[in-house]
């Protein structure tokens, strides 16, 4: 799993940002169109990717704020939000992110936009607490959850790495972040270690069946400052090919899932094709809205 470096905005230039007391500790958050939502209408919630701040989402929330409200936050300790020193795994990720909805009067129901990290966040929510989810808006996220060890070293066998490059990898992408604040080393090591527990440990719940869309980006991204014993590149093929056949199963888990792949973005998608994710929530809104009749 990539983690894009998306240029952050700055917050003045984003409408409806301030800050939220969540369990004594301040959180920043935007929302936008809360005011005039209708009722029983969902909410559009979204989970940015590890590392990220609620700025990665750029302008994304303002050209859907018509069509419905729109939430994004930055998760302990990143962004402008204060660190809770607790580690953040996606059950106690997911507590504080209804805590914080409660707090601004974002009741459920919600369609739920997670990229990268965030879209396995995301899945968790969902699957923790069904009944407030109406759809759901997977942006690159990775299947690494939803299979075991030996699915996930699949795509380094492929290039004739194996296990090898499997450590290599998690290895130097580890390193990136050494000098980084505590609360992203921590989210980091959250998701490694998720990644070496038994499948029945990691306590992924099935999603609900609602509408689903799920994003994935073609386009290679070449890994700024990873030295690697292996051809990134030749990974990264392989690597999609395989997420492709994984992520086509979160598709199909619902009645109105589709998995849409795009050759025109790397991993970076808010930046390269926010207009995908705007029409991906339209349709999953779309759906949601038809199913309440």
């Known amino acids: 799993m990539a983690v894009a470096r998306v240029p952050a905005q700055q917050a003045e230039e ?5 800050m939220v007391e969540v369990g004594g500790r301040a959180m920043r ?8 939502r209708q009722e029983g209408a969902p909410v559009v919630v979204f989970e940015a990717g590890a590392t990220n701040s609620l700025d990665v989402w ?5 050209q859907l704020a018509h069509a419905a409200p729109v939430v994004a936050y930055d998760r302990a300790g990143l962004g402008r939000s204060e660190w809770d020193e607790v580690r953040p795994t996606p059950g106690h990720v997911v507590g504080r992110l209804r805590e914080l909805l409660r707090a601004i009067g974002a009741e459920p129901p919600y369609v739920l936009v997670g990229y990268s990290w965030g879209g396995v966040l995301a899945r968790y929510f969902a699957g923790e607490h069904p009944a407030d989810v109406a759809g759901l808006v997977f942006v690159d996220p990775s299947p690494i959850v939803t299979q075991r060890l030996e699915e996930n070293l699949v795509p380094y066998q492929a290039i004739g ?4 490059g499997y450590d290599a990898y998690w290895s130097a992408f580890g390193s990136l972040f050494e000098r980084a604040a505590p609360a992203v080393r ?3 090591e959250v998701l490694r270690g998720l990644m070496e527990l038994d499948l029945d440990e990691r306590d992924v719940p099935p999603l609900p069946d609602v509408p689903v869309t799920v994003i994935v980006a ?3 991204l070449p890994l700024v400052g990873m030295r ?3 051809d990134p590149e030749e990974h990264f093929e392989a690597d999609l090919r395989h997420r492709i056949d994984r992520l086509s199963e979160w598709a199909l888990e619902s009645h109105d899932g589709l998995l849409v792949v795009s050759n025109r973005t790397t991993h970076a998608v808010p930046r390269e094709a926010p207009d995908l994710i705007v029409w991906a929530v339209r349709r999953v809104l779309t759906a949601a809205a038809r199913e309440r009749r």
Request: proline share 6%; aromatic share 6%.
């Open 14 to 18: 984003l409408p409806g940002v301030g």
């Open 29 to 36: 958050v935007q929302a936008l169109g809360l005011a005039d």
């Open 58 to 62: 750029g302008g994304i929330l303002s």
């Open 161 to 164: 790495s194996g296990r090898d």
């Open 186 to 188: 921590a989210e980091l």
């Open 218 to 220: 073609a386009k290679y």
């Open 228 to 230: 690697l014993p292996f």
